[in-house]
């Protein structure tokens, strides 16, 4: 499972309301582009999402329970972080083991998950290696592989390809989508890149000042945007 609603969600930083009241419903299994230019509010969406911030008001419901009060750790969700965050005197298998070490899974257990997960990544010959042994696609990797062994509701990723040149992007790009269909699970990615909108969701959310201009498939965004700003945003390629 993997629906997340937000019901009037909003955020305030001291003064400045960076959310207006927001409502969004994402549903199981989709994949949800958060897209619209820099300090838009992309970020704190997803970090509202992932319990990394408190909303202001208003609420989060993730499969049904109200998830607003939760501390990231019960929200199931895995978030993966641009600056892939791994430990750089670990193994990758330990890097990818170690939230399943954190919740004391048995090893045998953690074997297996690690395994699966190494496979579905192409990281199988990689394992022994240390993240500075690696490439910048795959150290991605293995961030993602670490969100994978947890079987999260939905994975968030803000903005994961940034870090990488462009033919390597393009790389990621296809590798995540394919992530997406083999595991049919919830993804809701942060960009500020039309391209990466367009060519990877399920439904692209426009945010402009942290309020949704849009809300839908890249098609529908494409033939019938709401307003000029969704119009120049998407129909502008870099
Ligand atoms: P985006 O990810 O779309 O670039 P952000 O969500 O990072 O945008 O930021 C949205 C707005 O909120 C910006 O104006 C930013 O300066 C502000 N902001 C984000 N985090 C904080 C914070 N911790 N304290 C104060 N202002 C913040
Ligand atoms: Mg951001």
């Given at each position: 499972m993997?629906?997340?609603?937000?019901?009037?969600?909003?955020?305030?930083?001291g003064?400045?309301?960076v959310?207006?009241?927001?409502?969004?419903e994402?549903?199981?299994?989709?994949?949800?582009?958060?897209?619209?230019?820099?300090g838009?509010g992309?970020?704190t969406?997803?970090?509202?999402?992932?319990?990394?911030?408190?909303?202001?008001?208003?609420?989060?419901?993730i499969?049904?329970?109200?998830?607003t009060?939760?501390?990231?750790?019960?929200?199931?969700?895995?978030?993966?972080?641009?600056?892939?965050?791994?430990?750089p005197?670990?193994?990758?298998?330990k890097?990818?083991?170690?939230?399943l070490?954190?919740?004391?899974?048995?090893?045998?257990?953690?074997?297996?998950?690690?395994?699966?997960?190494?496979?579905?990544?192409?990281?199988?010959?990689?394992?022994?290696?240390?993240?500075g042994?690696?490439?910048?696609?795959q150290?991605?990797?293995v961030?993602?592989?670490?969100?994978?062994?947890?079987?999260?509701?939905?994975?968030?990723?803000?903005?994961?390809l940034?870090?990488?040149?462009?033919?390597?992007?393009?790389?990621?790009?296809l590798?995540?989508?394919?992530?997406h269909?083999?595991?049919?699970?919830?993804?809701?990615?942060?960009?500020?890149?039309?391209?990466?909108?367009?060519t990877?969701?399920?439904?692209?959310?426009?945010?402009?000042?942290?309020?949704?201009?849009?809300?839908?498939?890249?098609?529908?965004?494409?033939?019938?945007?709401?307003?000029?700003?969704?119009?120049?945003?998407?129909?502008?390629?870099?």
């Open positions: 993997g629906q997340i609603k937000l019901e009037k969600v909003t955020k305030a930083f003064n400045t309301q959310i207006p009241p927001l409502d969004l994402i549903e199981d299994g989709e994949f949800v582009v958060f897209v619209g230019p820099s838009c992309k970020s969406l997803l970090r509202l999402i992932a319990g990394l911030e408190d909303v202001t008001s208003g609420d989060i419901v499969d049904g329970t109200n998830a009060a939760l501390p990231p750790a019960r929200r199931r969700l895995a978030m993966v972080f641009q600056s892939y965050a791994l430990y005197h670990m193994s990758v298998k890097n990818i083991a170690f939230p070490k954190m919740a004391k899974m048995p090893e045998d257990k953690i074997e297996e998950k690690v395994k699966n997960a190494a496979h579905i990544l192409n990281l199988t010959d990689y394992l022994e290696r240390r993240p042994q690696l490439s910048g696609g150290r991605q990797r961030a993602i592989g670490r969100a994978i062994v947890r079987e999260p509701a939905a994975f968030l990723f803000d903005e994961p940034s870090n990488l040149d462009a033919a390597l992007r393009v790389n990621m790009r590798e995540i989508s394919e992530l269909q083999s595991l049919k699970t919830t993804m809701i990615y942060v960009t500020h890149d039309q391209v990466e909108a367009m990877m969701a399920d439904k692209i959310v426009v945010l402009r000042a942290g309020n949704i201009e849009q809300v839908g498939s890249p098609l529908d965004l494409y033939r019938s945007p709401n307003n000029l700003f969704v119009a120049g945003f998407i129909g502008s390629p870099k």
